[in-house]
């Protein structure tokens, strides 16, 4: 199998601009935040469900949370509305507003809230005649949005693709991302827009060099483990946000799907309950050992570099001449299995010695040693830090590292 | 959706066999007792993996625990050995013999063993030339080996059918059933034919009614969530054991597992390490009040009897005028939504009242009711026992349960 397309989209569209977008600071790493969609969906329902409808108050809740236990500390940054949110019309003067009766205070008074919390605000747009539930699009409406989002001090805009003509979706979000430049104020613009040209169009998504920043985040997809497996490895692919902490992961797969968001270099978007979460989800999304691969400073993604005997080897270069290696499990039926760092084909990392850290299952300064053997859960996977123990080593690690990718 | 055929090859191998079968007492009610293959499948190595190997220690172990910790008591009678527990050639007298290595003291002092705890013993043997996994098969030997588990005194054959040309698997699987029969002892046949035989042929499995008892039990299929979830459905189906306690379930997700199995009458074979099993898994395994509705005395099966709003609705008549119905949301995006009883078009039980036991999520006497109101995750399962409120209702019951099967 060759390197999996969601990946390669990330590279295209994510940290590979980031030598040409503008340089405002915005997105130097994956982005970390709370999203709404996987796990609130578009429930308007206020009367029938007070706690879960989509409504200020559950962003408020939620920033509350982000900011009471440790979710902020942690990296967490933006609390991101998605669809749902807006009136069924524009205003007399043409611009969004949000449903009166779900935000009796306004999107303005929502930010000052969540800036208040020492967090930032997400809002949620889209490039055509409607949003994908139906609500006013942003079509022929670029300059006023990014207008009324920077009066509202609105921090990220994700940008949906419904209801655009295919060709014009290109010159779409190009002019949205001009209109927010010109906004003056730094927006994250979050384009879901290789989601939807992927279909159709395999070309490098170049044009968004000129957005201010770009990243992609999570689309409405399965969230189960069937879905975040196959979203590894589709060639249409639909990265989805975190789901850590809903109901449809067990306890390994969870690890799966940090492991390798991290690895991947993909954005850490949660869209999950915080207000009720587990401890054992809790703890995995705030492992501070796995955030640090996620936001390494050197900037690389990860790529999957090998298979041997149903284990996926994943592989990141992290700064300081280290090695972050994700081992996923992938023969789900029987017991945990051993992986050897010597296993996998062509592999002279370890050879003869590495200094290795093991993050997943639990945390082990293992030290140096010749290898090292890691029992992985069947759906699970390992995670592990290796530097080499030499000078030498660090030189080879380099080589390595492109030699590997004829392995697939 | 019709009725899953999964059900129906049940309701054919299974319980509607009764009435023709011997009356030898056996399988009156769904098997229950735990099985290798899915937790620990063919692995021989001892000297890597002495706790997990296929060996007599395993099946001491795990006899240990189910007579210590409550599994008998729960009703899980039967410790079963699957494939990989022979040598690879038959002794010179013709005979299956264990692997020396792996089982030095023999089956026959194995089987004593498991009887001293309370629990019986089963086997596994291949209608043809080979094992799957390559070991001796039973062809041309039908006789000789029931005549060996006899002196061994197992009390359960899971009769496998690779190697095997397929025109000759119906008299193959006869032929041992009549071996079986001639043997003298009572020996619960629990054949894997209809599995072999459904995607060639669809006819009626009648023939196995000449046998002892015939039930299906898991054969090696994947036990991950969409695995069991194309099992509910299939239209070539390969019903799975219990893999509850595993690694590839959420919690919800087992408890579906554990509700529907019940609801449809399947075997409870559990495959899963009883010694690490963790508390939750546990409870639901030998949750009472599930395992009453699996054992009912009533010996009706279950069927998928609407599909209203992403939720699946299961009944199945249980004893005294009750119905067990399961609510499995099949929605694996978005939070815990509300089923009514009242939602099922056509459904009239609760109408006006009825008297509702919730057993999953929670147990709970509601009590009578004008329907009732159920909270389900994604992809987990409500489960509950209603009476009807009156005697005219209890009547009314089943006739609605016949006007059902118009609905889908």
């Given at each position: 199998m060759s390197l999996t397309t969601v990946v390669w989209m990330l590279v295209v569209v994510g940290l590979w601009n980031r030598a040409r977008?503008?340089?405002?600071?915005?997105?130097?790493?994956p982005t970390m935040g709370w999203l709404?969609?996987?796990?609130?969906?578009?429930?308007?329902d206020c009367d029938a469900d007070p706690d879960t409808c989509i409504s200020e108050r559950l962003y408020m809740q939620i920033a509350d949370v982000m900011a009471a236990e440790g979710w902020r500390e942690a990296g967490y940054q933006y609390v991101c509305i998605d669809d749902c949110?807006?009136?069924?019309s524009r205003d007399a003067g043409g611009r969004l507003q949000a449903d009166p009766r779900r935000f009796p205070g306004g999107i303005k008074k929502l930010a000052d809230y969540v800036h208040s919390k020492g967090l930032k605000l997400g809002i949620y747009a889209d490039?055509?005649?409607?949003?994908?539930?139906?609500y006013p699009g942003s079509l022929a409406h670029y300059d006023t949005d990014a207008q009324t989002f920077v009066e509202w001090e609105v921090d990220l805009l994700k940008f949906d693709g419904c209801s655009m003509d295919a060709t014009l979706l290109e010159e779409g979000y190009v002019n949205m991302s001009k209109a927010l430049n010109r906004s003056g104020r730094p927006i994250l613009y979050s384009c879901e827009w290789p989601l939807y040209e992927w279909p159709t169009q395999k070309r490098?998504?170049?044009?968004?060099?000129?957005?201010q920043t770009s990243t992609i985040h999570g689309a409405a997809?399965?969230?189960s483990w069937t879905g975040l497996f196959r979203t590894?490895?589709?060639?249409?692919p639909q990265p989805v946000p975190l789901?850590?902490?809903?109901?449809?992961?067990?306890r390994d797969q969870q690890e799966s799907q940090m492991a390798l968001w991290a690895i991947m270099a993909a954005p850490l978007l949660m869209s999950n309950d915080l207000r009720s979460i587990c401890g054992h989800s809790k703890e995995l999304l705030q492992n501070r050992h796995i955030i640090a691969i996620s936001q390494d400073e050197l900037g690389k993604q990860g790529r999957h570099t090998a298979k041997v005997n149903h284990f996926e080897v994943w592989e990141r270069p992290v700064s300081n001449g280290r090695l972050a290696i994700a081992v996923l499990?992938?023969?789900?039926?029987?017991g945990p299995r051993g992986f050897s760092l010597?296993?996998?084909?062509?592999?002279?990392?370890?050879?003869?010695l590495c200094n290795v850290t093991q993050i997943l299952p639990q945390y082990e300064?293992?030290?140096?040693?010749m290898g090292h053997r890691v029992s992985v859960n069947p759906s699970g996977t390992a995670l592990l830090v290796i530097t080499s123990s030499s000078s030498h080593d660090k030189t080879f690690l380099q080589m390595e590292w492109s030699e590997k990718q004829t392995l697939l």
């Open positions: 977008a503008l340089d405002n600071g915005l997105a130097r790493t709404h969609w996987e796990r609130f969906m578009c429930n308007t949110w807006m009136d069924q490039v055509g005649r409607t949003t994908c539930a139906g490098r998504a170049t044009s968004g060099a000129t957005s997809s399965n969230p590894r490895t589709s060639s249409s789901v850590i902490g809903n109901f449809g992961l067990s499990n992938t023969l789900e039926i029987g010597q296993a996998a084909p062509g592999w002279k990392m370890c050879s003869p300064e293992v030290g140096v040693r």
